[in-house]
């Protein structure tokens, strides 16, 4: 079965979703929503970078509904709830990258989308690298203990390179090290990690008894000049550590911790790993990590070329959930409720 795609924007992630389409054999692209006015009538695979696809953008909602899609994926950077409800209602299905789990944090418009779903008969799903993939590969991971006392979810990344302050600031960079509102900015700012957190309890059949947010910062001793012209001044955050940590029974159970720092002008000094850690602590205790680095082919003209890598894993964990999402019963659904999510369409054989 080949899968009728719609895109939605074509942003840093976006861009990554559009290779990807492009690539799989089970995914065509038959249209694209432009959030930018200078986007919309140019062909698509050229706003990526690619060459032409025959695809052309645009911000007609009504038009790109009518071409009847089954899934959208969606990569706004934060979701529209008016936007997906209409998606949904209409009957079509939708894979975000857009901070979206479990929907809990979004209150009331949690219950909109459900509304949606179950009037259009469609499924909404939500992932990217962390939260998302790296919930599911500890939840596996604790599949091969008999005994789980606690699960820990570390990333840890020196993300000097990522060029989106947008994302970044509210989480708690820039501002002074000693602001008293600091830890109640890291909270909102990374809030989504709660339902990275209830997702994990969800998987292990726990009722959690308090969620709870903990943070620890970092100041650069010198100016730090970023991409996107953005400038972390001398005192100033240039490093989070926040753990999103759940507790059952009177004690902590899960923690899922990121680590970010920005260059090595950071006081205190934090020693750094590179990638994903999980730790399942238990009978047997079981650490795993994940990294990434490029392909043997793979040649760099830019920094861009490498950040591409990282919004690989972003992208992709939504798009490989596209047919389980079509063929899931109408409603939000997460990685506890889906099938084993198989990478179809993806490999590249002698030929290709």
């Not at 990258?97 to 939500?126: N, V």
């Not at 899922?256 to 730790?279: C, H, N, S």
């Not at 650490?287 to 690989?312: H, K, N, Q, R, Y």
Request: proline share 7%; hydrophobic share 40%; charged share 20%.
């Amino acid at each position: 079965m080949t899968y009728r795609i719609l895109q939605w924007t074509t942003g840093n992630v976006g861009k990554k979703s559009v290779h990807a389409i492009a690539e799989n054999s089970l995914l065509e692209l038959v249209g694209c929503y432009a959030w930018s006015p200078d986007k919309v009538g140019r062909d698509v695979g050229d706003l990526c970078g690619i060459g032409p696809l025959g695809v052309r953008a645009t911000d007609d909602v009504d038009t790109l509904l009518a071409l009847k899609p089954d899934c959208v994926v969606y990569n706004p950077m934060f979701a529209d709830v008016d936007d997906l409800v209409r998606m949904l209602s209409a009957g079509v299905n939708v894979v975000t990258t857009s901070e979206f789990i479990t929907g809990h944090h979004m209150g009331a418009d949690r219950a909109r989308l459900i509304e949606a779903c179950q009037q259009g008969g469609a499924t909404i799903f939500g992932s990217g690298i962390n939260p998302g993939f790296i919930q599911l590969f500890a939840i596996v991971t604790a599949g091969i203990s008999d005994r789980v006392d606690r699960i820990s979810v570390v990333e840890a990344f020196d993300t000097s390179i990522y060029n989106s302050p947008a994302t970044e600031i509210p989480m708690g960079f820039g501002y002074p090290v000693g602001r008293p509102d600091l830890p109640a900015i890291t909270e909102k700012g990374s809030g989504i990690f709660r339902e990275a957190v209830l997702l994990v309890a969800d998987a292990l059949g726990t009722e959690l008894d308090d969620i709870r947010c903990e943070a620890e910062y970092a100041h650069t001793t010198e100016d730090l000049t970023l991409p996107g012209d953005w400038t972390i001044k001398a005192g100033c955050v240039a490093g989070i550590d926040v753990r999103w940590k759940g507790f059952a029974g009177g004690r902590e159970v899960i923690e899922v911790r990121g680590k970010w720092t920005k260059g090595q002008t950071l006081e205190p000094a934090w020693p750094m790993d590179f990638g994903y850690t999980i730790r399942v602590e238990g009978r047997p205790t079981i650490t795993s990590t994940l990294g990434f680095e490029p392909p043997p082919d793979f040649v760099a003209e830019t920094l861009d070329d490498f950040i591409m890598l990282g919004l690989t894993i972003t992208a992709m964990p939504a798009i490989t959930a596209i047919p389980a999402v079509v063929a899931a019963p109408p409603g939000i659904a997460t990685y506890n409720d889906l099938p084993l999510l198989l990478p179809r369409g993806v490999l590249r054989t002698a030929s290709a």
